[in-house]
Each structure stands twice: as C-alpha cells, then as structure tokens.
T-cell receptor, first 112, second 113 residues
Framework: GENVEQHPSTLSVQEGDSAVIKCTYSDSASNYFPWYKQELGKRPQLIIDIRSNVGEKKDQRIAVTLNKTAKHFSLHITETQPEDSAVYFCAAGDSGYSTLTFGKGTMLLVSP | DAEITQSPRHKITETGRQVTLACHQTWNHNNMFWYRQDLGHGLRLIHYSYGVQDTNKGEVSDGYSVSRSNTEDLPLTLESAASSQTSVYFC????????????FGPGTRLTVL
C-alpha cells in the first residue's frame, strides 16, 4: 500500500518568514495530493490540493509543488502569520479509489 | 446548510463494552470514511464505504466494524473496547469515486478506561 513520509515534524518560524513542508510518497499510482490544516481541537480542513497533471498550484500565500519523478510534493507558505499556526497534513491518493493515505503531520508555530 | 456531524463529541467507556460512534452527512455523498487520530501517527483509515451496503477495511480495521444502510450514515462500532482504542475519531465524506476532496466531521474523543 501507499506510504507517505512528512518532514519536518515541527517547524518554528518568525512572522513574515516562509515555511516549507515536504512529503514523499511510495505508490506511483497516486495522482491526487491534498494538504489539510488542523487547528487545535478542530477538524482537518482542506487548504490546497494538486493533481498529477500539474507541477505547481498557488492560492494567495500558499503554493504546492509536485515532482512525480521523485515522488515528492511540498507545501510553501509565504509571509507567515500567527494564524497560520496549526498542524498541517499532506496526503496521497489514487482517484480511482478515493482513499487517502496521510502523513504524520507537521506542527507549524509562527511567532509574532 | 449541508454538513457532516458526529455524535457523541466525547465518550468515556470501560474496557470490554461495545461502543457505537455516529456519523451523519447531509451532502448526499456516496463515499464515507472513518479515521482515528493519535499523536505521532497522523490520520489512519479504519473503514470506508462507497455507497449503501458497501464497506471496506482500511489500514487499522481490527476491532472495528461499520455498516451502511443508507447514504447519510456510517456508524462505527467497537465490538469490545480496548484501552488501545482511546483516540480521536474523525468521519469524512466525499461525493463519489474520482472526486477526492474529503470533508471532515468535528470528531469524537473516545476514552476507554
């Protein structure tokens, strides 16, 4: 089955800095890669996703890049703000089955 | 507004008891999923369903069962609760196979003493 590795497990940055979280996956059949943000005590919420037919996707301060050859994808957050502090999860899935395999999460702390 | 709900939000039970966690969605989504979340393990898939009368085992299905009698509900049953099943449980749904975005419920915190 699919295996998703996520690094780092914790990341501390100063407000205004950029943050990068990286994930690798093992199953070449995976073609859908979402990122979820989970605030303390809340449910995971989708913030951005990318499919295997594109290499990069941006949404305001958030971007995701995908390298299918190397089987890795990354989340980039620019101009970080304290409200970006949360746990971020990457996931990989095969749209033919609709199931997702999640990474173990990255706790991002943005200090004012 | 359409939504996905879980009940109860918090539950304390004893080892050996049967426990059922409810998940209800009003989006008319075909796919429903149950995950458990533990520190250091992220979200792990327990069971999932593609539609009425369909159920499938996920990565950590031992000790759990589900049934799908209608589109809206996918209850999760712990047949004989164990302390190792103390966790936060999330239900999720997505529209149909091939549309992958999953929408999560608010979670149920289960403690097994």
């Amino acid at each position: 089955g699919e295996n998703v590795e996520q690094h780092p497990s914790t990341l501390s940055v100063q407000e205004g800095d950029s943050a990068v979280i990286k994930c690798t996956y093992s199953d070449s059949a995976s073609n859908y890669f979402p990122w979820y943000k989970q605030e303390l005590g809340k449910r995971p919420q989708l913030i951005i996703d990318i499919r295997s037919n594109v290499g990069e996707k941006k949404d305001q301060r958030i971007a995701v890049t995908l390298n299918k050859t190397a089987k890795h994808f990354s989340l980039h957050i620019t101009e970080t703000q304290p409200e970006d502090s949360a746990v971020y999860f990457c996931a990989a899935g095969d749209s033919g089955y609709s199931t997702l395999t999640f990474g173990k999460g990255t706790m991002l702390l943005v200090s004012p | 507004d359409a939504e996905i709900t879980q009940s109860p939000r918090h539950k304390i039970t004893e080892t050996g008891r049967q426990v059922t966690l409810a998940c209800h969605q009003t989006w008319n989504h075909n796919n429903m999923f149950w995950y458990r979340q533990d520190l250091g393990h992220g979200l792990r898939l327990i069971h999932y369903s593609y539609g009425v009368q369909d159920t499938n085992k996920g990565e950590v299905s031992d000790g759990y069962s589900v049934s799908r009698s209608n589109t809206e509900d996918l209850p999760l049953t712990l047949e004989s609760a164990a302390s190792s099943q103390t966790s936060v449980y999330f239900c999720a749904s997505s529209p149909e196979v091939g549309t992958d975005t999953q929408y999560f419920g608010p979670g149920t915190r289960l403690t097994v003493l």
